[in-house]
Structures are given as structure tokens and as C-alpha cells.
């Protein structure tokens, strides 16, 4: 249970020997209050309180200022959600949102589906229309399948889109909920089983939408985004007996205008990987036949029989299971289809995400409060701050959110892949603090927060929040997005998801004493904390965590992609881990004294020289584009950072990369990257092996760490005999090596070792200074909201 807003007494006096010293008296405040029996004709005292927040919101209007704060208290109730509150603009400032002290707020975006308004199917009419999709229900789960029409409510039904990762993000469909669980869209195959090459392989692969971003044309131009979504879809041949059983039920055939419904599918979707194992995408079905499946949208990468693993999707045909409900919009017909736990719904309580907006919007203000309310369901995101400075989101819970649960700032339409993304209306020192934040379709806090260019800082902190079940329908939205300067996540507990925790796209942020517990369950090639595609994101420090229990298939615990630079890993516990620690042909990246228990590998490397050291490095484009629009002195525009900002940046940094000055990409005399290794320009020197070249690994650094029952690093095998200890000579250097934690002197229930006993003490690189700082520095106490403490 979440703590609820308090208050503390005015303390008085405190005394010190003979000299009283008066404690400074909170800010008087200006309160008013909302109850569920309340009136916006009220006069908002307690005893006569208003009906709605928005009248709360409005009586405190220009009233308030920082030393004469306003409280809105919300009285016990469950608050159905029909629009944003909007809390716009200086005037309303300076006042906090909370539930009443003791009491529980519920705002709901959720509708209640009234138990008794349940039908078994076996009760429908024969002959009316708006049933006619039930003949598609399967027989052997007929018996248990009840049903609902939404229509008649006018409870909103929505719809499905076109969402993934790198697709601009559209509200997601309403969602079935009940007793606060959500349950599973009609789905085939069930539970965590997919469609992989040994049910069906690739006929006909168009290119991927990404093919067609800026980056990769040949013209450097990205092809509209409607015209993008008009591309065709990838054809696939069924090859499974089971499959090619069941498939032509999941949409029209061949030639058909239209589906039948009373047949056949009219909304069946492919839902999961296509492209690759680490990033989900959505494509609808088309047609169904003749042994094949056809799509419609594109894939935003090339389908491949290699990476297929998806499900088909929001199909009646397939609804045979537990948990599994479908809604059937097909010419309006707005009826529900559910197949309950335990095949009733009596006792249940059952709900249908119907709000598609943000619980609140906090813009253009300041010291602006929520405390203590849960807010519960939307198919978009919870709380939005744009332009807000010093607000709070304090003790709330927030799930059952399609989208982000709270996003503070927002980013341009451009993908995160390509130089033009950029993110804006931050605002400044922003807090989410001691909240509850789960059962979330996308991320947990955006974070978006100061100004890369000239470094000012967005001093953003998450902190003391517990993030769980978190990017249940897309990839790549994190626990944590810390993008900007300057943002801090601390001490929180992250677990339970199947993809990253941290998405790092900026500069000195610091990820601290958080607890990352099984993550990235349903991915490859992916990270807990995951950053990539820049050599100018600098000084963020990833210290002070522990990483256990992250999934195995190929993933790693702190992910450095692509030329990744300047990251810095010190005091972690890895624990059941693949992969600690990725460089992935960056420079400048420290990892110092780490603990692994249990890691198949403290890390690997891969290299540019890799393949035959080819030009252009892959993604070549991008980082070259990045980096100049950072480093690359000019007016600002283009891909270009002003002189008086170049210059802050040599200073910022000078001490921790005192070689900043001296980077550069590659290129010929008249400032061409280079394309070819050349005798008088672009030589093997220049481009491969002069350390302030961004194409080499150089001033990287792993030492003292600590390996008990772990693998060593493992470095590449195809780079011509080129490592990343290469370019590094020092590098893994001290590595203490025990079988057992017993052996090392270290207690995995408490993540410190015995001070006395531990060989460390001993140890060339370490000893008993060492062994003091871990024990001293390392806690994880007070992770996760103070409320369950």
C-alpha cells in the first residue's frame, strides 16, 4: 500500500544548552477540497467540498505563490476519468494535488463492466447481427466464453494500430483488466510460444520502412511517413501441419473485397519480431490462402525466416484460453468475447481501459505537487510536464497504462536511430520520487532534461520508486529514458520486463544503488542499461547497482553500442548475468571495480576493424552526424555546435578526457569522411590506429574486478588479431578470481565482503583499503518506494 500524504507538525523550538533557536514555520497554505458528494457550487472547504479537481484547480488560480502554497485535498473515492486535468500556466503554480491524509483516490480511466450485464454465449439470439462473429468462437471454449455489448453502454471500443518500435507511437486499443490483471488479447499460439520459421518461412520480403530513413537512402531524404506506411507488407508460406489447420480463419482470402465475418477474421494481426530479436513491430494480415499469409503495412526491418518470432493476434478464432478476450468492431458491432479465469465472472471485478489521454498535465508551471493518488488506466500515458520547473509526482501509483507512465518533456517525430532526434520542454529539476509505476504498455519515467548543445543540466531525479511489468506492448521504452544533461535515477527497484531498464541518450547522468532484477527476459541482443550511436554521450556513471537474474540470450547487463563513448562503471554486483559489460568499438570507457557472481562472461568486445577494417563504419552516417553536431565548430545549424559551445564543452571535460580537443572522424583534406584507406589521406594510421580516431578503442579501461564463479572477457575473433587490449594494453587488468562466494569472502544476501577474512585483502590491486570503500559504499538499503519500509 502506498503511503498516503502527510504533514508534519510544526516542531516548536529546539533547544541547544542555554540558546533557543526557532525552527522556520512552513509557508502558510490555501486549501480547498473535492469529494464524490461534492459541488462546483460549493465554496471547497472541507465541509463543503467541489465535485471536480478542475474547480479546485481554478478556485486557487492566481492565489498562490511559493510562500503561500495551495493544498487541493481529494477525499476517499474512485474519480472516473473523462479528460485530462490541465494545470496550465504560472497562475496556477505553487499548489499540490494530494489525497486526503489516510484516504485512497482512485482516478479511473478505466470503465466498470457491470457484472450482471454479462452474458454466456450460449444465451446469445440466433439471428442477431451484431453476434454474428460469435460462429467464429472456438467450439471446445464456447461453454466457458461470456459476452458483453460495449455499444449499448457506449463504452468506447478504440481501435488497434500500427505500433513498434521506430514507428511514430498511436493510442494502443483498449485493454480487458480484471482484479487490476490484464489480461491477453485473443492470441495464437498461447502463452510465451511464438511463430518462429519452423511454423512458416519468408515467401516475399520487401524492404524494411528503415531502409528508407535519411540515413540510408542514397540521397540522405526520408521518405514521408504516410507514404512509408503504405509500403507493402512481407508474404509468408505456411509450413506447419497445426498452423495450416487453423491460419484461414485469420482473415479474407485471396481476392476477396471484404471478410465474412460470421467465417473468417476481420482485424487479425502479426505481433513481435520480424527483422530481428530486439526490437517488435506490428503488421495486420491481409489475406489468408493457397498455403500463404499476406500483410498488410511494412516491417520497419527486413523480415528474415532467422529472427521470425510473433503471434497472430486480436483473432476470435483463437480465443481458447483462460484470460483471453477479443472485441469485435467489425461494422460497429462493439460486442466483447471473454473467456474468464475459471471460466466465470462471478466475484470478479472486470474493466475496459477507456480513458486515451493523460491523467494530468502539468505545463508552464512551477512547484506544482501530485501526492499520494492512484491513477488507473489509459491507453495513453499517465502524467505529462512539459516546461514545468520544481514539480513533484510524490507516493502516486500509476497502472494500467498503455504508454509511458509519466513523461516529462517530449521528442520530435524522428526516430531515435537517426542524428535528427532530439528531445525538448523538459523544463528543471523535476522529481518522481516514492512512487509505484507497473503494468505499463511502454516505459516507466521519460526523462528529457536540459540542453546537450551547450550542456545545461535538467537536474531531473527517479528516485525511491519501484517500476515493475513495464513494456508489456512495446520495445524499447525503459523503465528510465534519460535523455538531455544531467538526470538522475537512483534507488529505485526495477524488475519483472522483458526488454532494457535504462534507455541513456545524453550526457553525465548518473544511474545509482537501483536494483535490476530479471529484465530483458524476452529479448536478445539487448541491455539493462543500454546506450549506443554517439561518441559525445559522456560522463554517465552507471555505479552502485546491483544487475540479477537478467535474461541470457545473448543480452548484457550494461549494453555500450556502436561507438558508444565515455560511459563509466564502477561498485556494481552482477549477478546471473550473460554478458556483464559490451564496448562495442567506443573509446574512453571505464569499468572499475565490479563484482560478478555467476556471469557467463565479465564482458566482450567488438570492434570497427572487424570484417577487414571497412569503410564507412557501419552506421557511419549517424555518428559522424552526431558528433559534428556536438564537436564540429560552425553557426549551430546543419550538424554543427556554436564556437562559444564547442569551447564549453573542451572545458567541461578537459580533466576526465583531457584528449577531447585532439577527436576526430576520420577524413580526407577537404573534410570528406573517409571512404577508402588512402597512401597520403585517410591512411591505415588515421583512420585505424591514432587514438583520438573515433574508430578506435582506445583510453578504455576494465580493472579490479572481482569474478566469482564468472567467465573471463572474451574478445573478438574477427578482427585480424585486433582486440579492444589491442588498443589498450592495461586493460582487464586485476582481476581477482574466486569459484564461490565462500572462497572470496563475499555474502550474496548482503553484497559486502567480510572485511577480516576476504582474500582481497591480499590481492595486488585491491586490499584491505578496497575491501573498506566496497563495504562502506555499497548498499542497495532503501531501494524501492520508502512506503513498503
Given at each position: 500500500?502506498?503511503?498516503?500524504?502527510?504533514?508534519?507538525?510544526i516542531?516548536?523550538?529546539?533547544?541547544?544548552?542555554?540558546t533557543?533557536?526557532?525552527?522556520?514555520?512552513?509557508?502558510?497554505?490555501?486549501?480547498?477540497?473535492?469529494?464524490?458528494?461534492?459541488?462546483?457550487?460549493?465554496?471547497?472547504?472541507?465541509?463543503?467540498?467541489?465535485?471536480?479537481?478542475?474547480?479546485?484547480?481554478?478556485?486557487?488560480?492566481r492565489?498562490?505563490?511559493r510562500?503561500?502554497?495551495?493544498?487541493?485535498?481529494?477525499?476517499a473515492?474512485?474519480?472516473?476519468?473523462?479528460?485530462?486535468?490541465?494545470?496550465?500556466?504560472?497562475?496556477?503554480?505553487?499548489?499540490?494535488?494530494?489525497?486526503?491524509?489516510?484516504e485512497?483516490?482512485?482516478?479511473?480511466?478505466?470503465?466498470?463492466?457491470?457484472?450482471?450485464?454479462?452474458?454466456?454465449?450460449?444465451?446469445?439470439?440466433?439471428?442477431?447481427?451484431?453476434?454474428?462473429?460469435?460462429?467464429?468462437?472456438?467450439?471446445s471454449?464456447?461453454?466457458?466464453?461470456?459476452?458483453?455489448?460495449?455499444?449499448?453502454?457506449?463504452?468506447?471500443?478504440?481501435?488497434?494500430?500500427?505500433?513498434?518500435?521506430?514507428?511514430?507511437?498511436?493510442?494502443?486499443?483498449?485493454?480487458?483488466?480484471?482484479d487490476?490483471?490484464?489480461?491477453?488479447?485473443?492470441?495464437?499460439?498461447?502463452?510465451?510460444a511464438?511463430?518462429?520459421?519452423?511454423?512458416?518461412?519468408?515467401?516475399?520480403?520487401?524492404?524494411?520502412?528503415?531502409?528508407?530513413?535519411?540515413?540510408?537512402?542514397?540521397?540522405?531524404?526520408t521518405?514521408?511517413?504516410?507514404?512509408?506506411?503504405k509500403?507493402?507488407?512481407?508474404?509468408?508460406?505456411?509450413?506447419?501441419a497445426?498452423?495450416?489447420?487453423?491460419?484461414?480463419?485469420?482473415?479474407?482470402?485471396?481476392?476477396?473485397?471484404?471478410p465474412?465475418?460470421?467465417?473468417?477474421?476481420?482485424?487479425?494481426?502479426?505481433s513481435?519480431?520480424?527483422?530481428?530479436?530486439?526490437?517488435?513491430?506490428r503488421?495486420?494480415?491481409?489475406?489468408?490462402?493457397g498455403?500463404?499469409?499476406?500483410t498488410?503495412y511494412?516491417?520497419?526491418?527486413?523480415?528474415t525466416?532467422k529472427?521470425?518470432?510473433?503471434?497472430?493476434?486480436n483473432?476470435?478464432?483463437e480465443?481458447?484460453?483462460?484470460?483471453?478476450?477479443?472485441i469485435?468492431?467489425?461494422?460497429?458491432?462493439?460486442?466483447?468475447?471473454?473467456?474468464?479465469?475459471?471460466?466465470?465472472?462471478?466475484?470478479k471485478?472486470?474493466?475496459?481501459?477507456?480513458?486515451?489521454?493523460?491523467?494530468?498535465?502539468?505545463?508552464?508551471?512551477?512547484?506544482?505537487?501530485?501526492?499520494?493518488?492512484?491513477?488507473?488506466?489509459?491507453?495513453?500515458?499517465g502524467?505529462?510536464?512539459?516546461d514545468?520547473?520544481?514539480?513533484?509526482?510524490?507516493?502516486?501509483?500509476?497502472?494500467?497504462?498503455?504508454?509511458?507512465?509519466?513523461?516529462?518533456?517530449?521528442?520530435?517525430?524522428?526516430?531515435?536511430?537517426?542524428a535528427?532526434?532530439?528531445?525538448?520542454?523538459?523544463?528543471?529539476?523535476?522529481?518522481?520520487?516514492?512512487?509505484?509505476?507497473?503494468?505499463?504498455?511502454?516505459?516507466?519515467?521519460?526523462?528529457?532534461?536540459?540542453?546537450?548543445?551547450?550542456?545545461?543540466?535538467g537536474d531531473?531525479?527517479?528516485?525511491?520508486?519501484?517500476?515493475y511489468?513495464?513494456?508489456?506492448?512495446?520495445?524499447?521504452?525503459?523503465?528510465?529514458?534519460?535523455?538531455?544533461?544531467?538526470?538522475?535515477?537512483?534507488?529505485?527497484?526495477?524488475?519483472d520486463?522483458?526488454?532494457?531498464?535504462?534507455?541513456?541518450?545524453?550526457?553525465?547522468?548518473?544511474?545509482?544503488?537501483?536494483?535490476?532484477?530479471?529484465?530483458v527476459?524476452?529479448?536478445?541482443?539487448?541491455?539493462?542499461?543500454?546506450?549506443?550511436?554517439?561518441?559525445?554521450?559522456?560522463?554517465?556513471?552507471?555505479?552502485?547497482?546491483?544487475?540479477?537474474?537478467?535474461?541470457?540470450?545473448?543480452?548484457?547487463?550494461?549494453?555500450?553500442?556502436?561507438?558508444?563513448?565515455g560511459?563509466?562503471?564502477h561498485?556494481?554486483?552482477?549477478?546471473?548475468?550473460q554478458?556483464?559489460?559490451?564496448?562495442?568499438?567506443?573509446?574512453?570507457?571505464?569499468?572499475?571495480?565490479?563484482?560478478?557472481?555467476?556471469?557467463?562472461?565479465i564482458?566482450?568486445?567488438?570492434?570497427?576493424?572487424?570484417?577487414?577494417?571497412?569503410?564507412?563504419?557501419?552506421?557511419?552516417?549517424?555518428?559522424?552526424?552526431r558528433?559534428?553536431?556536438?564537436l564540429?565548430?560552425?553557426?549551430?545549424?546543419?550538424?554543427?555546435?556554436?564556437?562559444?559551445?564547442?569551447?564549453?564543452?573542451?572545458?567541461?571535460?578537459?580533466?576526465?578526457?583531457?584528449?577531447?580537443?585532439?577527436?576526430?572522424?576520420?577524413?580526407?583534406?577537404?573534410?570528406?569522411?573517409?571512404?577508402?584507406?588512402?597512401?597520403?589521406?585517410?591512411?591505415?594510421?588515421q583512420?585505424?590506429s591514432?587514438?583520438?580516431?573515433?574508430?578506435?578503442?582506445?583510453?578504455?579501461?576494465?580493472?579490479?574486478?572481482?569474478s566469482?564463479?564468472s567467465?573471463?572477457?572474451?574478445?573478438?575473433?574477427?578482427?585480424?588479431?585486433l582486440?579492444?587490449?589491442?588498443?589498450?594494453?592495461?586493460?582487464?587488468?586485476?582481476n581477482?578470481?574466486?569459484?564461490?562466494?565462500?572462497?572470496?569472502?563475499?555474502?550474496?544476501?548482503t553484497?559486502?565482503?567480510?572485511?577480516?577474512n576476504?582474500?582481497?585483502?591480499?590481492t595486488?590491486?585491491?586490499?584491505?583499503?578496497?575491501?573498506?570503500?566496497?563495504?562502506?559504499?555499497?548498499?542497495l538499503?532503501?531501494?524501492?518506494?520508502?512506503?513498503?519500509?
Amino acid at each position: 500500500m502506498l503511503r498516503r500524504a502527510t504533514f508534519p507538525l510544526i516542531a516548536g523550538l529546539l533547544t541547544a544548552a542555554t540558546t533557543a533557536l526557532p525552527v522556520q514555520a512552513a509557508p502558510p497554505q490555501q486549501i480547498v477540497y473535492v469529494a464524490e458528494n461534492g459541488s462546483d457550487d460549493a465554496t471547497g472547504t472541507i465541509n463543503d467540498p467541489f465535485a471536480t479537481i478542475e474547480r479546485a484547480r481554478d478556485a486557487l488560480a492566481r492565489k498562490t505563490s511559493r510562500n503561500r502554497p495551495g493544498v487541493v485535498y481529494i477525499r476517499a473515492g474512485v474519480y472516473q476519468t473523462a479528460k485530462t486535468v490541465e494545470v496550465r500556466g504560472p497562475e496556477h503554480s505553487y499548489v499540490t494535488y494530494a489525497a486526503y491524509p489516510g484516504e485512497q483516490v482512485e482516478l479511473a480511466g478505466v470503465t466498470t463492466l457491470a457484472p450482471e450485464k454479462f452474458r454466456r454465449l450460449s444465451d446469445l439470439p440466433a439471428d442477431d447481427a451484431k453476434w454474428s462473429s460469435k460462429a467464429r468462437v472456438p467450439e471446445s471454449a464456447a461453454p466457458n466464453v461470456w459476452v458483453y455489448d460495449l455499444g449499448a453502454e457506449g463504452i468506447p471500443t478504440g481501435r488497434l494500430n500500427k505500433n513498434g518500435f521506430n514507428w511514430k507511437p498511436q493510442p494502443y486499443a483498449p485493454e480487458l483488466i480484471t482484479d487490476d490483471v490484464a489480461q491477453t488479447l485473443a492470441q495464437y499460439p498461447n502463452g510465451d510460444a511464438k511463430l518462429t520459421r519452423d511454423h512458416l518461412t519468408v515467401k516475399v520480403a520487401p524492404k524494411g520502412a528503415r531502409d528508407y530513413f535519411s540515413d540510408k537512402t542514397p540521397d540522405g531524404t526520408t521518405l514521408p511517413y504516410e507514404e512509408m506506411l503504405k509500403l507493402p507488407g512481407p508474404v509468408y508460406t505456411v509450413e506447419d501441419a497445426n498452423l495450416a489447420a487453423r491460419y484461414e480463419k485469420w482473415a479474407k482470402p485471396p481476392g476477396a473485397e471484404t471478410p465474412d465475418g460470421t467465417q473468417v477474421e476481420t482485424d487479425g494481426w502479426l505481433s513481435g519480431y520480424f527483422g530481428n530479436n530486439y526490437a517488435n513491430d506490428r503488421i495486420r494480415i491481409d489475406t489468408v490462402g493457397g498455403g500463404d499469409i499476406t500483410t498488410y503495412y511494412p516491417t520497419m526491418y527486413v523480415a528474415t525466416d532467422k529472427w521470425s518470432s510473433f503471434v497472430a493476434q486480436n483473432v476470435l478464432s483463437e480465443l481458447d484460453t483462460e484470460g483471453e478476450y477479443y472485441i469485435d468492431r467489425w461494422q460497429g458491432h462493439d460486442t466483447l468475447y471473454y473467456y474468464p479465469p475459471g471460466g466465470t465472472v462471478e466475484g470478479k471485478e472486470i474493466s475496459l481501459t477507456s480513458f486515451d489521454a493523460p491523467f494530468f498535465q502539468l505545463e508552464n508551471v512551477t512547484g506544482v505537487t501530485l501526492k499520494g493518488l492512484r491513477m488507473n488506466g489509459t491507453t495513453g500515458a499517465g502524467i505529462r510536464l512539459l516546461d514545468a520547473e520544481s514539480c513533484t509526482i510524490d507516493g502516486v501509483e500509476i497502472l494500467n497504462v498503455s504508454m509511458d507512465a509519466v513523461q516529462i518533456g517530449e521528442a520530435n517525430d524522428a526516430i531515435t536511430a537517426i542524428a535528427e532526434y532530439r528531445t525538448s520542454r523538459g523544463g528543471h529539476h523535476n522529481r518522481v520520487i516514492n512512487s509505484r509505476l507497473h503494468d505499463l504498455g511502454g516505459g516507466g519515467v521519460f526523462t528529457a532534461g536540459g540542453d546537450r548543445d551547450s550542456l545545461e543540466r535538467g537536474d531531473h531525479v527517479v528516485e525511491h520508486n519501484e517500476i515493475y511489468d513495464f513494456s508489456k506492448l512495446a520495445t524499447y521504452t525503459p523503465a528510465g529514458y534519460m535523455y538531455g544533461v544531467g538526470n538522475t535515477f537512483r534507488y529505485n527497484h526495477v524488475h519483472d520486463a522483458p526488454h532494457m531498464a535504462i534507455q541513456i541518450m545524453g550526457n553525465d547522468m548518473v544511474i545509482s544503488h537501483n536494483r535490476f532484477e530479471r529484465l530483458v527476459t524476452h529479448a536478445s541482443d539487448q541491455g539493462v542499461i543500454y546506450s549506443g550511436r554517439d561518441y559525445t554521450y559522456l560522463n554517465n556513471v552507471v555505479a552502485y547497482n546491483l544487475f540479477k537474474d537478467i535474461g541470457a540470450d545473448g543480452n548484457q547487463a550494461v549494453y555500450m553500442d556502436d561507438g558508444m563513448s565515455g560511459m563509466v562503471v564502477h561498485h556494481n554486483v552482477f549477478d546471473n548475468v550473460q554478458h556483464g559489460l559490451f564496448y562495442q568499438a567506443g573509446h574512453s570507457n571505464v569499468a572499475r571495480d565490479n563484482v560478478f557472481v555467476n556471469v557467463t562472461y565479465i564482458g566482450h568486445d567488438k570492434l570497427y576493424h572487424e570484417g577487414g577494417k571497412r569503410l564507412p563504419v557501419p552506421n557511419a552516417k549517424v555518428v559522424i552526424e552526431r558528433f559534428n553536431d556536438m564537436l564540429k565548430a560552425g553557426d549551430g545549424t546543419g550538424f554543427t555546435n556554436t564556437r562559444e559551445n564547442v569551447e564549453k564543452w573542451y572545458r567541461h571535460y578537459a580533466r576526465q578526457y583531457p584528449n577531447i580537443r585532439d577527436w576526430y572522424v576520420p577524413s580526407d583534406a577537404q573534410g570528406v569522411p573517409c571512404t577508402a584507406v588512402g597512401e597520403t589521406e585517410c591512411t591505415d594510421e588515421q583512420v585505424w590506429s591514432d587514438p583520438n580516431s573515433v574508430y578506435v578503442p582506445a583510453n578504455n579501461v576494465l580493472t579490479r574486478s572481482v569474478s566469482i564463479g564468472s567467465g573471463d572477457f572474451a574478445y573478438t575473433d574477427d578482427a585480424g588479431g585486433l582486440s579492444v587490449k589491442t588498443f589498450n594494453p592495461g586493460f582487464d587488468s586485476f582481476n581477482a578470481k574466486a569459484a564461490t562466494p565462500e572462497e572470496a569472502g563475499f555474502d550474496p544476501a548482503t553484497w559486502r565482503f567480510d572485511a577480516r577474512n576476504t582474500p582481497l585483502n591480499r590481492t595486488e590491486g585491491f586490499g584491505p583499503a578496497w575491501v573498506r570503500e566496497w563495504n562502506r559504499t555499497f548498499s542497495l538499503d532503501g531501494v524501492g518506494p520508502r512506503a513498503t519500509r
